[in-house]
């Protein structure tokens, strides 16, 4: 697996690696097989999502299972059909317009579908820097939920967060637990970096 994304492995609020995910999982394992009482859990950190793995038997099975995990297969991609010749892995859901949008969507040479994918692209790469950003700054929600969710000043936090308050936001997560608190504001400076160096105390 070729990922350069990074993940996280906490157990409580310490924390154990922030590497690619194979490191990160057997850092892990080897806290687990330690039999301490803590719970350890796995963070994608570009999403700040968290990932549950199947961490028994020796660091090889661990690995070898890792292949087949739904999140290593979302992150490669649709399968393929034969050389060259990508499946679109196309999913079909509902979608409640108004009739002047359906007109317009009819009327467009590539029909409904086409002119709809050719939509969501255009606005897709429009503001790139800015999509990025704002997915960074809900990373760092996620994160701040599942992390310190029961710690003091928390919901303050969040609004600083989601206002774009950089320095109060620091201000307010300052007496959290070390390894929390810098994982925290290095993952939130790296979202205001793209939103803007002006941003950044």
Known sequence: MNDERSYSAFAGHRLIATADLATTLLK??????????????IF????????????RGTPAEALARLQAHPHVLSLQGPPRSGPGRPKLGVVSREVSLLPRHWDWLEAQPQG??????????????SEPDKQRARAAREAVGRLMSALA???????????ALYAKDQARYEKLI???????KAHLRRLSREAAQLEGPALIP
Do not use: C, M, N
């Not at 994608?44 to 961490?55: H, N, P, T, V």
């Not at 969710?149 to 609004?159: C, H, K, N, S, V």
């Not at 300052?174 to 929390?180: E, I, L, N, Y």
């Open 28 to 41: 892990a394992k080897q806290r687990l097989d330690l039999g301490e009482a803590e719970t350890v859990l």
């Open 44 to 55: 994608d950190d570009s999403s700040g999502r968290q990932i549950d793995f199947d961490l």
């Open 112 to 125: 409904l579908s086409g002119a709809l994918r050719r939509l969501v692209d255009q606005a897709r790469h």
């Open 149 to 159: 969710g029961d710690l003091p000043g928390y919901e303050e936090a969040g609004r």
């Open 174 to 180: 300052a007496g959290w637990p070390k390894d929390v």
